[in-house]
Structures are given as structure tokens and as C-alpha cells.
């Protein structure tokens, strides 16, 4: 479940998406970009990312192409019936969870029933799963439709659960699904494995998160934008609980706000340093080297920096004077050919939709002061979203403490995502 890691996650963060990861109010996703690097630069190598959604299987990848989220190590989805490992082709569902979740439940029931109120107006077809069947309803009504469907499914030899939340969305689920119980599966199984999490921080927004905050053994953050049925919930339940937070800030910006608040590791994002040679970071690495080049790479071609020739030698110096870029699409180039192309692309993106992030960014020592790097660097331009599979050889340089010198750098497109003008790509 973990193998990534050998032992146990220093920090499990498990987090909804939509208005909790995700500002959907925010069009440059800036609180989420600074999240990516937070997480990128400290934590990927020995934390693990859960991503814990009301969304399905099928409405849960057009939000990945359309905002920067980061890749998860584990996936909750379908209000907590649903737990997948990995991504993409790859995501590979926990059976023992399903098995879970066979116990007194009839789907058929539960539509059969559900048909006879006339005011449970169906989700969308992608919403409706194997363990849940999902509705709009108003509020003034919701509460009274709850306690009926609830005694008559009872009455039909099921044990289900009734959660609403948003102020309009109705699910129905078996007694043992939900968000909080999903999450304490998976708890469960890191102990048995004996690599329970250090420590384990949830956060949400709405009501189907509420169970996670029940959890005994966990940290957790409303974000500042917190909708009322989850608010109530905390004044009714959990108000004196020093380990949950209402943060002051929205979505990802409250998740870093937590994450400093319980002293649970960094909580200074790489995108909040604005001059990398006057802040030094006390945990240098390669991780944080790669996040802290794209950073001035995005900078320098949004005209965010100086254009100074002292300050660009100094994102020049990372790499080794007879350093290779292998382009995506397979040239093979000097870096110093690289570097002049970069030169005159300063400003080019000026007053334009240009982020850069990395994602999957994972570091193996190879050598007594060789390091092999691997991650995907994704360039969003305009509306165009670009990645490629990045590998960068690097060395720690002996002269100066805490640096590193970029040996070989490597990239091949990620498939189904290539660049329309690939000569456009600097790095």
C-alpha cells in the first residue's frame, strides 16, 4: 500500500478537493501552486498524499486536467466507497474494501425506494456507483426526506448511511462507507503493516468531510471557507478539540496554515521566497534544488526577477559548464545552448497565463555525491498544458555547502501530452 516508502509516512495528508485543495474562486490556482511546491520540495520523498473526494472515478480526471493538482499516493473517492492506489491506468481499487461494503446492502433497494420521492432530483450518471447512489435536494426538505428513506431501508433489512452536504447534495451509502471510515481502513491496515503515519492531518470544507475530523488519532483543518453544515458540526461536536483548526485562510493556503499550526514539518513554501540568495533553507536537498530552479525559470520568463547578468549566473552556476539537455523531442544539446535561448526568453511571458510546477518528484543517492532525480515537469501556457518525464543527474558540489551542480538532464514527453509548438519548450 505504501511501498514507496520503507517505513512509515512522516505526515499522512489526506484532503478533499473541490473548495478544499481546489479555490475554484481562484482562476491562477495560486494557493494551490504554492502547496505543490511545499509538498514537492518537502515532503514527497518520506510523506504520503490522500486525495478524499465526493468526486467518482469519471468526474475525478476532468478536474485533474483542467487544475495543477498533484498526483496521490492513495485516492478516497466516491464519498469514502471507493479506495484506489496509484493512478491513472495503473489505479488499482482495494478489494477488501469492496468486500467491506457488500455487508446489508442492496443498490436495487435503494433505487426502488428513492423513486418514491418525487423531490430527490438524480446526479449526473457519472455520480452514481456501486456504493452510492447520489441526489439533489433543497434543504428545507432534506432533513424530513432523510429521517423517512432512512426508516424505510431499515425496514427492508439494509444498514445505510444518509450524508448531506453543500447545502444541495444527497448521497446514500452503506452503514460502513464514508469518508472517516475509508480513512480509519486505511489506518487500520498501515498498523497491522506497522508503518502507521507519524502523524496524519485531514482537511475539508463540507459535511461529508465531518467524519473525518471524528478520528481520534488525527489532526485536522476546516478551511477558512468552510460551509455551514460543517461549521455546526464542529460547534456541536468538536469545538474544544485543540487538534481542529478553522483556519483564517481558503483552501490550500488553510491546509499550509495547518500544517504550521500543529508543527507537523515545513510550512513555508518555496513560492513565498521571493530571493532564494538572501533565504537560506535549513533543509537543503534535490528536491528542493529542482522546485527552486523551475521557480526562477517561471519567474524569469514572467519578468518576475531582475534581468541582471549577476542574477542570471547565478541560476546558470546550477548546472556544470559541459552539462547535456536532452530535449523531448530527442536533440541532444549543450547546456550552454540552452542557457542562451533562456536568456532571450525573459518577459516573454509577461502579463500571461505561465505556471510552472513538478509532480512525483523522487531523489535515489547513486554515489558518495551523486544523486539521480526523477519527476514530471509540467508547464501550463495559456491554455495549453505541457509535461514531460524529467531524469537530472546531479552532484553535490564540495566547494559550496548545500549546492548542487546539474549534470545530464533528460526528457521525453509524458503520453497524450505533447507540446503543439515543441520548439517553444526551454527546459
Partial sequence: MNSRLNGSARLMLVSDLDYTMVDHDEPENLSLLRFNALWEANYRHDSLLVFSTGRSPITYKPLRNEKPLLTPDITIMSVGTEIMYGYGEAMVPDDGWKQH??????????????????QLTPQEEGEQRPHKVSFYVEKVVASEIMNVLSQRLEKRGLELKII??????LDVLPKGAGKGQA?????NKFKLEGKLPDNTLVCGDSGN?????????????????????????YAENAHRNPNILHATERCAAGII??????HLGPNVSPRDIKDFQKCKVK???PAHEVVKFYLFYERWRRAEVEKSEQYFQNFKSVFHPLAIFVHPLGVELPIHQCMDAMAKSYGDKQGKQFWTW???????QIGSDTWLVKFDKWELNDDERQCSLTTVLMSSKSEVPDAYAWLHMHQTWLDGVELKQPERWVF
Avoid: C, H
Avoid at 468531510?209 to 461549521?231: C, I, Q, R, T
Avoid at 496554515?257 to 500543529?262: D, V
Fill in 164 to 169: 448531506y452536504s453543500s447545502g444541495i447534495a
Fill in 183 to 187: 480513512l480509519a481502513y486505511l489506518l
Fill in 283 to 285: 533543509n537543503f536537498s
Fill in 209 to 233: 468531510d465531518a467524519e473525518l475530523f471524528s478520528l481520534p488519532e488525527v489532526y485536522g483543518v476546516m478551511v477558512s471557507n468552510a460551509k455551514e453544515e460543517l461549521l455546526q458540526w
Fill in 101 to 118: 461494503l457488500n455487508r446489508k446492502w442492496d443498490r436495487d433497494i435503494v433505487v426502488e425506494e428513492t423513486n418514491k420521492f418525487p
Fill in 358 to 364: 513538478v509532480d512525483r518528484l523522487s531523489s535515489a
Fill in 257 to 262: 496554515q495547518a500544517i504550521g499550526n500543529f
